[in-house]
C-alpha cells in the first residue's frame, strides 16, 4: 500500500501562483510515476502532468508554459508549480502514484479556486 498526502491548495486570483506538494509513503518501487489529475465540477477527472523516477515529464496542453512538476525521490514528494493560473484551473488535484497497472494510488485531493 501506499498512502499519498497532498498539501497546498486554496484560493488565488486569477494570473497569481499556488504550488502543490504530494509526499508518498508505504511501500515505494523505484520506477514508479507520480502525477496530478484534476477534476472540475461535472466533468471527468483529467490528466495535469506527470514525473517518472527518472523526471521525464509530461503535460496536459492546457497547462504547459504555466505549470512545472517536479520531484524529490529522496523524500518520494512530487510538487506542481501552478504559475499563471486561471478561473478554468478550479478543480479538484489529486496526487497520483502509479508502478504498474497493480500498484496505482490517489490521494484525496486539493481544492483549488481562482477567482477573477
Known amino acids: 500500500q501506499v498512502q499519498l498526502v497532498e498539501s497546498g491548495g486554496g484560493l488565488v486570483q486569477a494570473g497569481g501562483s499556488l504550488r502543490l506538494s504530494c509526499a508518498a509513503s508505504?511501500?515505494?518501487?523505484?520506477?514508479?510515476?507520480m502525477g496530478w489529475y484534476r477534476q472540475a465540477p461535472g466533468k471527468q477527472r483529467e490528466l495535469v502532468a506527470t514525473?517518472?523516477?527518472?523526471?521525464?515529464?509530461n503535460y496536459a496542453d492546457s497547462v504547459k508554459g504555466r505549470f512545472t512538476i517536479s520531484r524529490d525521490n529522496a523524500k518520494n514528494t512530487v510538487y506542481l508549480q501552478m504559475n499563471s493560473l486561471k478561473p478554468e484551473d478550479t478543480a479538484v488535484y489529486y496526487c497520483?502514484?502509479?508502478?504498474?497497472?497493480?500498484?496505482?494510488?490517489w490521494g484525496h485531493g486539493t481544492q483549488v479556486t481562482v477567482f477573477s
Open positions: 497520483n502514484y502509479r508502478y504498474d497497472r497493480f500498484h496505482e494510488y
Open positions: 508505504g511501500d515505494i518501487f523505484s520506477g514508479n510515476t
Open positions: 514525473i517518472t523516477s527518472g523526471t521525464m515529464t
